[in-house]
Every structure is written in C-alpha cells, then in structure tokens.
C-alpha cells in the first residue's frame, strides 16, 4: 500500500494550551505535528495530545538564534475531527499538523536527523531511509524574509509567517538509501528537524506460503485417496 497525503491544518500561534482542530480519515494513518517554540534554553513543550491521546516526540533542535524545532508523531489517529492539544510550561509555540494514509503502523520513525546553520543561504537535512517508498516529513524555521525556496524533495505543505512550518517529500522515495530535503533564503539563522516513515505492507507473502502448504497437503491427500480408489477397482475387477 503506498503513502498518501491526508489533510494538513496549520494550528496558529498561542500559549498554552494550544488547541486546535485536525481531521483525518482512510486507512493505515500517521499523524504528524510540527512546533516551533518562541524561546531559549530548552523546549517549553510538556506534551501534545490529539483525540486525548498522546504523540511521541521523534527529535528537537534548538535554533541558532534559541528557537526550539520539534516534531511529533501518532500512529492509527482517530479518524474525524479531533483536537490537537499542546501544553507548555511557558512561552509560545507555533504548531501545523498533517496526516498521511498507507503507512506502516509500527517501527516510527524509519529515520530521522537535525540541522542547523548560522547566517547561511540554505540548510540541508538528510538522512539514510530503511524501507523502500518511504515518505520524508519536517519542521522548519528560519529568522526572517519571504518564504524560502525548496530543494528536491521538499515540499512546503504549511509555511506560516513566511518562515516557520512543515515539510514533506510529496511523494515515495525510492529506492531506499540518502536522501534530503532542503531550503534556501538569502543568509539566514535556521532549524530544522526530517524523518522517514515507511508504507504499510500487506503480508502476501506470509499468505500465499500458508496457501501452498494447504494445498500440497490437499494434493497429496488427494493423491493417497485416487490410488486407493483405483486399487480397489482393480481388486474387484
């Protein structure tokens, strides 16, 4: 089954909580939160619910100029309307979510990484995917300007204020192996945080061997039934 995007809510700006509204509906979902938090020294976030159920953290960076860049992850969200729900023990944060279909439903993230530059035209994440056709998903955030330009495999699916957001591939990456997603904006302070995350695998295989197995043994029983059959008309012949 392949991955494809879901639906994508940018969740504002706010103290805590941050409560915002996320839809998401098919099969096999993954629910995806990118954060920026307004402040230094380490990142205010305490936890983030949607539907009351708690989203994982796959990894933060902290920002050349003290932002903190974070991205969260839920497995099998409810399906419907439900809220997201980001507490804080102080500050702002600045919040998009996006959901996806046809992903695997265990083993998240497939991979992840960070980055950051100072006073630099460009950031570049990348990392080493596992699985083949997996998606790449971020969390970005720059100083300032117009919104930055995007390298291959990078697409902007929700940019706020021009410069802070969530990115991902918009599409499967194959075959599996480096990949990177990048931005670029004249010299800018920037954060960034990618991960993989890879399809849902129907167990074919599995079945089919089980199938095989069923049916040499119907084969053979078959067989042992036909032969007995014909001796026995051949006796009474």
Request: aromatic letters at 8%; one cysteine or more; proline letters at 4%.
């Amino acid at each position: 089954m392949a991955i494809a995007f879901d639906a994508a809510t940018d969740g504002g700006a706010g103290g805590s909580p941050l409560t915002f509204s996320h839809t998401c509906s098919g099969e096999n979902r993954i629910l995806f939160v990118a954060c920026v938090d307004d402040t230094g020294g380490s990142s205010l976030i305490t936890g983030i619910t949607y539907a009351g159920v708690a989203m994982t953290k796959i990894a933060g960076v902290q920002t050349p100029t003290d932002r903190w860049v974070t991205l969260w992850y839920l497995i099998a969200p409810a399906t419907g309307a439900n809220n997201v729900v980001i507490t804080l023990s102080g500050g702002m944060v600045y919040a998009a979510a996006a959901s996806y279909t046809g992903a695997k439903q265990s083993g998240v993230p497939d991979a992840y990484t960070s980055n950051t530059a100072s006073n630099a035209p460009s950031i570049t994440c990348t990392l080493t995917t596992i699985a083949d056709n997996c998606w790449l998903v971020g969390s970005f955030k720059m100083v300032y300007g117009t919104t930055p330009s995007s390298g291959a495999n990078t697409y902007q699916r929700l940019t706020a204020d021009y410069n802070r957001g969530l990115l991902d591939s918009n599409g499967a990456q194959t075959p599996a192996g480096s990949k990177s997603m990048s931005l670029s904006k004249n010299n800018q302070w920037w954060g960034m945080v990618m991960a993989s995350f890879a399809p849902y695998v129907v167990s074919g295989p599995a079945n089919l061997k089980s199938l095989n197995t069923n049916l040499k043994a119907n084969i053979k029983s078959y067989n042992t039934n036909l032969i007995a059959n014909v001796k026995s008309i051949n006796t009474n012949v």
